[in-house]
């Protein structure tokens, strides 16, 4: 589950991504309650994304992180309405969805939820 966005460190570009508006704070807010049942907080944060794997730049994206039963999550804004995101327990387990961009943030939350919820599955499965 490898996505085409990398973090490595490279020369940076100048980045005129918007930030995240109230609405699409709201709409990850809202995923987030309708999934745990509960206020999951998070953070916005800045990260720097290499967009393609060609690109020898990384950009500076605006991002909402949160934490939950011991991952991490990012999903990070790489246009006007584009998308990335991937979860992670630690810098040897990093994943993302299968798609490296979404157009739709809802989409781009809630399948990276879902991939998460099945990964947990499968990974409970295997120590049974």
Known sequence: MENTPSTVLATKSMSKIPDYTPEELKAISDCLQERYGENV???????????????????????????????HFIVAKTDEVQYFS?????????????KPFYNDLLDCVLTTL??????????????D
């Open 86 to 98: 991937q979860f992670f327990y630690g810098n040897r387990e990093q994943f993302g969805t299968g």
């Open 114 to 127: 879902r991939v998460q919820a099945d990964h947990e599955l499968q990974k409970n499965n295997a120590k």
């Open 41 to 71: 907080p998070f953070e916005q944060a800045d990260i720097e994304l290499r967009l393609s794997e060609n690109d020898s730049q990384v950009t500076e994206c605006p991002a909402v992180y949160w934490e939950k039963g011991g991952c």
